[in-house]
């Protein structure tokens, strides 16, 4: 039988380290393991206060969007503009870390580390070949337990059901991983395939950039994982760049494996990198990049040691930072949302209430509406609405998607604003300018100033259905 070779040894060629001396390749399988106390400082695992009670909050929360925004968000088809719904999975689920990057960078390997699973029954494997071929969501668990994608789909208590729109190929390629480990408790990773510049995306069997485009837009920080011997910026990265855009406050750039080079030799890599990524990274200032080697064995002793322990604590607070600032991120992105949705909704009603008017008797309604898709200007539908209502010209979403929009939603299935009233319901629009000027700031001072909010009824303010696995049996 063939012996195989030790985990360490293909660890150290995964990382690429430095060559060794005769001398010292006899040591190789005793390398010495870092230590992990700064870690566990900076990220609070060894702190035995119990966890917040987030529960009343994200209750409030609930309450605000089903009550007040979905209404609008239904009635106008949001979801068919922007392609993103969202469910109570997601507005209550933990903050997710999500990596991205070329094959064989060290993803795997940095979440093993970050996580101490290296030697465990639950790492995840690694090797320096392309090796993660499935998206991976690694998640809290009572036990060690393996989920199918489609299982993860079917159980609306997560924040995956979404994600069935992708297809069963794509299902077949996402996997979750349940650990009991205390950081899990209050973060959620997301490891990826390797980006390969050399294969055409398609190939996959699924849409891998639109699924890239789902997790980043429900991430609440982004690691972007390069190593020295992978710095070239290929036309896949450029696009995974360009679905980047407008997040950059969640995105760190990480140089991976940087004691596997000398200093001379590392200046020159990273200045590399800093010219690679330049043009893909629309921000007046130079973008972070936080440099280290994330993986169980000591830096290599001819190294900046110091310099590296400075850099990964430093992205150890911003973790930590994503975590502690939980609920504060979750009531701004719903508001991001409801903004969104209450523009989408008076475009639409402007879009309607120029058809109504330039339609006559004898007119030909396809011929009307067509002239005002292509060209919205001449009517005034965008500048009407920064005239008339408190909407920056900087969030009104591209004219081209509505022409797809009303493609496949006529306008005469819409409704006028003023018509989506009720006596007893009152105004769609008034209840969602309700909750962007007062309910969910309101709700995000009384976090701040240690308020808990008081729980409402589902029964009475319709919270949504309560989460159910269509998979386990009753």
């Given amino acids: 039988t063939r012996q195989q070779p030790s985990s360490c040894c293909c660890c150290t060629c995964l990382m690429g380290c430095f060559p060794f001396s005769p001398e010292e390749t006899e040591d190789v399988g005793e390398t010495a393991k870092r230590d992990r106390s700064h870690i566990e400082s900076t990220l609070k695992l060894g702190e035995a206060k119990p966890a917040d009670d987030y529960s009343a909050t994200l209750q409030r929360l609930r ?56 030697d465990t029954p639950y790492q995840l494997y690694t090797g320096a070949e392309p090796t993660t071929s499935e998206f991976t969501v690694i998640m809290h668990g009572p036990k060690l337990k393996t989920i199918e994608g489609i299982v993860m789909a ?11 729109k992708f297809g069963q190929n794509f299902l077949e390629k996402l996997i979750g991983i349940e650990v009991p480990h205390k950081l899990l408790e209050r973060v959620t990773f997301v490891d990826t395939p390797g980006i390969i510049e050399n294969r055409k995306q398609q ?92 993986w169980p064995p000591e830096y290599h002793p001819e190294t900046h040691k110091d310099l590296f322990l400075k850099e990964e604590i430093s992205l150890l607070e911003d973790l930590n930072q994503v975590i502690e ?11 991001q949302h409801a903004i969104r949705v209450r523009i989408h909704a008076l475009l639409v009603d402007r879009y309607l209430q120029t058809y109504k ?27 009407s609405i920064l005239a008339k209502t408190n909407v920056s010209k900087f969030d009104l979403p591209n004219r081209e998607a509505y022409k797809d929009f009303f493609g496949i939603n006529p306008i005469s299935s819409f409704k006028l604003l003023a018509q989506q009233c009720s006596y007893m319901g009152g105004c769609y629009l008034e209840k969602i300018e309700r909750a962007i000027t007062h309910e969910l700031p309101d709700l995000l001072g009384s976090i701040g100033l240690g308020k808990k909010p008081s729980v409402l009824s589902c029964d009475t303010t319709g919270c949504g259905e309560t989460p159910r696995n269509r998979y386990r049996k009753p």
């Fill in 63 to 118: 309450k605000i969007y089903h009550s007040s925004i979905k209404p609008l968000e239904q009635s106008y088809r949001y979801n068919e503009l922007r392609q993103h719904e969202i469910t109570d999975g997601e507005i209550t689920s933990k903050p997710m870390v999500l990596f991205l990057g070329p094959w064989s960078v060290g993803k795997s390997t940095m979440i093993n580390y970050l996580l101490g699973l290296d």
């Fill in 154 to 164: 079917a159980d609306s208590a997560r924040s995956f059901s979404p994600l069935e």
């Fill in 203 to 294: 190939e996959r069997g699924y849409p891998f950039n639109d699924v890239c485009q789902w997790f980043i837009d429900r991430a609440d920080l982004i690691f972007v994982v390069f190593d020295p011997t992978k710095l070239d910026v290929g036309l896949e990265l450029e696009m995974l760049f360009r679905q980047l855009k407008g997040r950059e406050s969640q995105i760190r750039i990480i140089l991976n494996k940087a004691d596997s080079l000398a200093t001379q030799e590392l200046m020159r890599v990273y200045g590399a990198l800093f010219w690679s990524l330049a043009p893909l990274i629309n921000v007046t200032e130079p973008p972070r990049v936080y440099v280290s080697s994330f």
């Fill in 325 to 335: 600032n939980r609920l504060e991120n979750k009531i701004a992105f719903i508001r």
């Fill in 357 to 383: 008017d330039k339609m006559t008797f004898f007119s030909d309604g396809e011929l009307v509406f067509k002239d005002i898709v292509e060209d919205p200007d001449k009517f005034y539908i965008f500048k």
